[in-house]
């Protein structure tokens, strides 16, 4: 089993950049394939980016493609979401999710308990 801690929300204005951090302990991140949702308020959880064992290959939603990315340090059992340019829409709370690049949440064994993330207009 691996459990996973996220850090680094916060509340921040329209434009600004802020960096996630997802820890992993129990089990070497090296294993896992990881993933990064988020859910605002009366909305469903949905896909944000995701990132392959060795980091080679990520993944994004259409919405934060090219604002967002995804990084790990395996030797440091963190995995990374880097938000750049940030806008009102991406308020929520933001959870890391280890086993699969999937967009489907179910294909996800393990989460987070996630970290607010709220922007200003």
């Known amino acids: 089993q691996v459990q996973l801690v996220e850090s680094g929300g916060g509340l921040v204005q329209a434009g600004d950049s802020l960096r996630l951090s997802c820890a992993a302990s129990g089990r070497t991140l090296s294993s896992y394939r990881m993933g990064w949702f988020r859910q605002a308020p009366g909305k469903e959880r949905e896909f944000v980016a995701a990132?392959?064992?060795?980091?080679?290959?990520?993944y994004y939603a259409d919405s934060v493609t090219g604002r967002f990315t995804i990084s790990r340090d395996n030797a440091a059992n963190t995995v990374y979401l880097q938000m750049n340019n940030m806008k009102p829409e991406d308020t929520a709370v933001y959870y890391c999710?280890?086993?699969?690049?999937?967009?489907?949440?179910?294909?996800?064994?393990?989460w987070g308990q996630g970290t607010q993330v709220t922007v200003s207009s």
């Open positions: 999710a280890a086993g699969s690049t999937s967009r489907n949440i179910a294909a996800y064994s393990y």
């Open positions: 990132i392959t064992w060795s980091g080679v290959s990520t």
